[in-house]
């Protein structure tokens, strides 16, 4: 059993600033990706930010409309993503979900998990 469990959202006024947290539990091996996606009223999910991890390394993408305001880190060893979200607009309103692409122990194969979401309001 794999659980992906989100906090940080909340109400925030625009221009201010929030931290995601994701934690994944459970049955890992190995984690190879996490990321948040996001979907606002009326809208399509959509990518915000995702984070590899090579070991040392780690390479991150952005989706444009957060590029130079949100920041996404990860733990490896807490198997916890954060996303850093500053300079927030009301537009970033949506409920946020976080993912992981991973392998469980037994298993040969990775595959998507995710959490069940947190809101964030952007409004004054």
């Known amino acids: 059993q794999v659980q992906l469990v989100e906090s940080g959202g909340g109400l925030v006024q625009p221009g201010g600033s929030l931290r995601l947290s994701c934690v994944a539990s459970?049955?890992?091996?190995?984690?190879?990706?996490m990321g948040w996606y996001r979907q606002a009223p009326g809208k399509q999910l959509e990518l915000v930010a995702t984070?590899?991890?090579?070991?040392?390394?780690?390479?991150?993408n952005y989706a444009d409309s957060v590029k130079g305001r949100f920041t996404i880190s990860r733990d490896n060893a807490k198997n916890t993503v954060y996303l850093q979200m500053s300079s927030l607009k009301p537009e970033d309103t949506a409920v946020y979900s976080c993912?992981?692409?991973?392998?469980?122990?037994?298993?040969?194969?990775?595959?998507?998990?995710w959490g069940q979401g947190t809101q964030v309001t952007v409004s004054t």
């Open positions: 993912n992981a692409v991973l392998v469980r122990y037994g298993s040969s194969y990775s595959g998507d998990y």
């Open positions: 459970g049955s890992i091996f190995r984690v190879n990706a």
């Open positions: 984070i590899t991890s090579g070991g040392t390394t780690s390479t991150t």
